[in-house]
């Protein structure tokens, strides 16, 4: 197999200069007002002497930027018809490098700590100079204009500019992609991003710790990246605007979930689910319709995606084990970092020479049965919060009360297995507040709330889905097979475990969980973890110890939920 050469190195390595050819920086916006879909326009320096001309592609064709990225960035295209790059150096988010501005308008919204780390408005305003003087300097910039959010209602134009033909088919491939007489009414956007990720930041700049730097400014409503060529950064800046100005501009709740549609009962399912949980899987289901496989808002009206597209792990990818995503992978998809064979450029999906985090983003309209336009006006019937509990505890499904779901979601709970890391001999959990801690800009109580008044409003029900271990811990117990998983999920979108009477439902005491005693094509052995597991007292141990870990993590929350939220939680 093939790993390019410089792979692990940025694609662009040209001397800084200094430009005039955009500046004053305040000039941009009107000049790339002034182009049309695909036109180069040229702009020369007014400082007296020649200047290199700059190209300006906005949103130009696939094919164009497959040129582009082929003859520039060192990219090929596959088997498949899609297009392999390299995001360089980084090949995953740099979440310490990640900054708000502190600023008067959004400081007493922010979630200020480790995830939402503060900079000062005159080093955001070093930063972005750098980036538009670096992006002054190259031959060809892109420049795309999409839309964030399907609902005309709820939805933020936004712009990316970039310096590289792979940034602009990822982003033409995330956000959602305008018609041609949208493009020509486009105006001003509302969020701009400036990708300018092939130069560093400068890391004696005060407030810097490395030279990688990706930061949100709210009152400019622009981004800034430097020091990191992963595509990722944009998609979840992105999502991080989102993810504050529905619940504070609009009064909308974001969500960090997939959701799919049933046409049949006319009814929406949110899946919320951390890596490994299945949400992906469970969610792409042959019966319903994906609304989307990543980022939403439950809004007044109905349920709509942020996004244009998907951004899958490749890693293990096969027909066999998801072939949907698996047959979205052609002509105007984007294979990132995925090693390939050079004789029949054939991608090796199991090949983590560059990296694990193997990625593919293409539009979502790839996808058979995608629910277009990704937007439904009903109100969600059904909430699934999935876990992997390698402690064997918790049941394969289980009724939560609006209380119940608040404390699991701001929990956030699931757990690594034994063998994914040296050194790890039992269980490890995680938790990540509201199922996306990294992207979570608001304080997490926040969204909880609103999430029960939304559960409440709409009468909706909540599940929790464990698809880890059953009849044991991981070592001594079995994963819930999937038919299993999948047969409850289809009990609840049937409508068949919401009509089980409450004396069919048997209350697990430790975490006053409520469990159904029968779904069909489950036994019922399995349902209730008490039954399932043979030992008895190692059962019991485990309770303990799970139980505690959840009270320890939930602990930074208590001050901020009210006393049903606390005490919705386990009992030792």
């Known amino acids: 197999m093939y790993t390019p050469h410089g792979a692990h190195h940025s694609h662009y390595q040209t001397p800084y200069v200094t430009p005039y050819i955009l500046n004053p920086a305040s000039q941009v916006h009107d000049q790339f007002e002034n182009n049309f879909m695909g036109k180069e326009i040229e702009y020369f320096s007014e400082a007296g002497f020649d200047m290199t001309k700059i190209h300006i592609r906005r949103n130009a064709p696939v094919a164009q930027l497959y040129e582009d990225a082929v003859r520039n960035e060192g990219a090929i295209i596959s ?23 502190f600023e008067e308008t959004s400081k007493d919204d922010i979630w200020w700590g480790p995830v939402n780390i503060k ?12 980036a538009i003087d670096y992006l002054n300097t190259r031959d060809l910039v892109y420049v795309f204009d999409g839309y964030a959010g399907w609902d005309p209602k709820y939805r933020i134009k936004v712009r990316v500019i ?13 956000l959602i992609r305008p018609t041609e007489e949208e493009l020509k009414d486009f105006g001003e956007p509302d969020f701009i991003i400036y990708n300018a990720g092939q130069f560093p930041a400068n890391r004696f700049t005060a407030g810097m710790t490395s030279t990688t730097s990706v930061e949100i400014n709210f009152k400019r409503m622009e981004m800034v990246i430097l020091g990191t060529e992963y ?24 969500l960090h979930s997939s959701a799919n549609y049933g046409p049949e009962r006319d009814d929406v399912t949110l899946f919320f689910g951390l890596s490994g949980t299945g949400k992906t899987t469970l969610s792409a289901d042959p019966k319903r ?20 597209g998907c951004y899958a792990k490749c890693i293990n990818l096969s027909p066999e084990k998801e072939p949907e995503i698996h047959a979205a992978i052609r002509f105007g998809s984007i294979l990132e970092n995925v090693v390939y064979n050079p004789i029949n450029r054939i991608p090796d999906y199991d090949d983590v020479a560059i990296t694990e985090n193997t990625r593919c983003a293409y539009p979502i309209e790839y996808i058979p049965n995608a629910h ?42 699931t757990s690594k297995t034994p063998g994914t890391e040296d050194g790890v001999l039992e269980p490890i959990p995680t938790f990540s507040t509201c199922y996306s801690a990294p992207f979570i800009v608001l304080q997490p109580s926040r969204y909880a709330d609103m999430l029960a008044e939304r559960m409440r409003g709409a009468g909706a029900h909540c599940w929790l889905i464990n698809t880890g271990w059953v009849g044991g811990k991981y070592g001594s117990g079995s994963r819930c097979p999937l038919k299993y998983t999948r047969a409850i999920v289809d009990a609840i979108h049937n409508g068949s ?21 029968k779904v069909e094509n489950v036994p019922s052995e399995v349902l209730d973890p008490r039954k399932a597991w043979p030992d008895k007292d190692a059962f019991n141990k485990e309770v303990k110890k799970l139980a505690g870990m959840f009270n320890r993590a939930f602990a930074v929350f208590e001050k901020q939920v009210d006393e049903k939220v606390r005490a919705a939680g386990p009992r030792v």
Request: include cysteine.
């Open 231 to 254: 595509a990722g950064e944009m998609k979840k800046g992105v999502f991080s605007v989102m993810h504050y100005l529905m619940p504070v501009k609009f009064g909308q709740l974001s």
């Open 162 to 174: 970039c310096a590289r033909a792979y940034h602009a088919l990822f982003m033409n491939n995330m």
């Open 79 to 101: 088997s498949t018809g899609a297009l392999i790059n390299f995001s360089g150096k980084k090949t995953g988010r740099s979440p310490k490098d990640k900054r708000i501005v």
């Open 372 to 413: 277009i336009p990704c937007s439904v006006p009903r109100q969600p019937t059904n909430i699934i919060m999935l876990t992997c509990d390698a402690f064997g505890v918790l049941p394969p499904v289980s009724k939560l009360t609006p209380e119940q779901a608040s404390y699991h979601f701001l929990a956030g709970y």
């Open 497 to 517: 475990l919401a009509a089980l009477p409450e004396n069919e439902y048997d209350t697990f005491d430790a975490f006053g969980l409520s469990i159904p005693t």
């Open 119 to 130: 900079m000062d408005e005159h080093t955001f305003e070093i930063n972005r100079e750098r």
């Open 289 to 308: 319709q994906l609304i989307g496989d990543d980022e939403h808002v439950w809004s007044d009206e109905g349920v709509f995606n942020i996004e244009g």
